[in-house]
Structures are given as structure tokens and as C-alpha cells.
């Protein structure tokens, strides 16, 4: 939804209609208390990256109906890695996405907050929040989608010094279940 991880797309590849937060919200998973300083835990992300993007057009209908965009991701450190300002560039036959990630780091939680902001809107998201436990990232969030409270989850995974793994999942049974709608892998390409 809101990151890249972070890259909502622009027409017709836009991501899924999502609107703010309701009075009527879900029920998700909180992030975990995260029980170490993870302040550096995006580190492996700083520096320049190609990626794939897969992306479920209609989630949470029953759609098998993916989109595929190539491009560029590139990730700055900011307040020494305690935040850091993420670009995305892709493109395919379903349109061109142009998207800008922020992430900060809460000292006092020991969590991170995400916030994605696209091209075509020029909006920053609320914040999903989670953390980095044994080499895997989770962050959460509840938000509307076709005027129904669900649930949003972030992954990231297959965390190596040249390659990582994004995910994006939609849950509209409060976390019971989740349907993957966004798969992201990046290749280094800086040394």
C-alpha cells in the first residue's frame, strides 16, 4: 500500500483504492514489542538496488490478475540510519510508478514507523509500525479498502548483502488469514 516498499502506482497500475482510517477499524496484529535497539536494522537496504515488482490488481476479490514492473530503487541514510529516504522508479505495460518511502526510528519503542508517499498524489500515508526479529521484518497497520476495516502487512525477508525480498499482504478477517498482493526482490547494484 504505502511503501516501497513503498510505491503505490500511478494510473492505471495505482495501487487498491484505500481510504484513512474510519471509526470503523480492524482488528490486526500489533507489532511485537521490539526488546533490542534496532536502530540500524534498514542498514542492508543503503545504496542502490534493481527490482521486480509483482502486484495483484484486485486484492481481497479472488483475483489472479497480476501486473509485473523492472526498475530502480535507491535508499539514503538520514540522522545516521535512524531514518532513511527511500526512491522507487519502476515501469511495465500497466504504467510507470514513481515513489518515495520514509522511515524513522522511535528510540523510546525501539520500533519503526514507515510512511510511503506516490507521485501522482503527493500524500504521505499514516505510519505502519513494527521491527526486525531473527533476520525478518514486520510492520502492521489497519486501514479501509472498498469501504471495509483491513488489515495491512509488511515483510521483509531473504535479508543478504546483494539481494532481499518485500512482501505486502491484505487481511480482511482481522489477521486470520492474509492474501500476498505485492512481491518485491532487489538485486544490489552498488558495491
Known amino acids: 500500500m504505502r511503501w516501497l516498499v513503498m510505491f503505490g502506482l500511478v494510473s492505471a497500475c495505482q495501487r487498491p483504492p484505500v481510504a484513512p482510517r474510519s471509526a470503523a477499524v480492524a482488528t490486526c496484529p500489533r507489532p511485537p514489542a521490539a526488546e533490542r535497539d534496532g ?10 538496488w534493481t527490482t521486480h ?3 495483484r490488481l484486485h486484492p481481497l476479490t479472488g483475483s489472479a490478475t497480476w501486473v509485473r514492473l523492472d ?4 535508499v539514503r541514510k538520514v540522522w545516521d540510519g535512524r531514518a532513511n529516504l527511500g526512491e522507487l522508479e519502476v515501469a511495465g505495460q500497466s ?8 522511515r524513522l526510528y522511535d528510540p523510546k519503542s525501539h520500533l519503526w514507523n514507515i510512511s510511503f508517499a506516490n507521485s501522482g498524489d503527493g500524500e ?4 505502519m509500525t513494527g521491527s526486525f526479529r531473527d533476520g525478518r521484518g514486520e510492520f502492521f497497520d489497519h486501514e479501509m479498502l472498498n469501504d471495509k476495516p483491513i488489515c495491512v502487512r509488511f515483510v521483509f525477508s531473504e535479508l543478504k ?3 532481499f525480498r518485500f512482501e505486502q499482504a491484505f487481511s480482511g478477517d482481522n489477521g486470520e488469514t492474509w492474501e500476498v498482493n505485492w ?9
Not at 39 to 48: S, T
Not at 71 to 74: D, E, F, L
Not at 124 to 127: C, H
Open 53 to 55: 515488482l509483482e502486484r
Open 71 to 74: 526498475g530502480t530503487s535507491v
Open 39 to 48: 536502530q540500524h536494522d534498514f542498514d542492508f537496504e543503503f545504496g542502490a
Open 161 to 163: 548483502p546483494t539481494t
Open 95 to 102: 504504467g510507470h510508478v514513481e515513489g518515495m518511502t520514509l
Open 183 to 191: 512481491i518485491a526482490t532487489f538485486a544490489r547494484t552498488d558495491s
Open 124 to 127: 504521505l500515508t499514516p505510519a
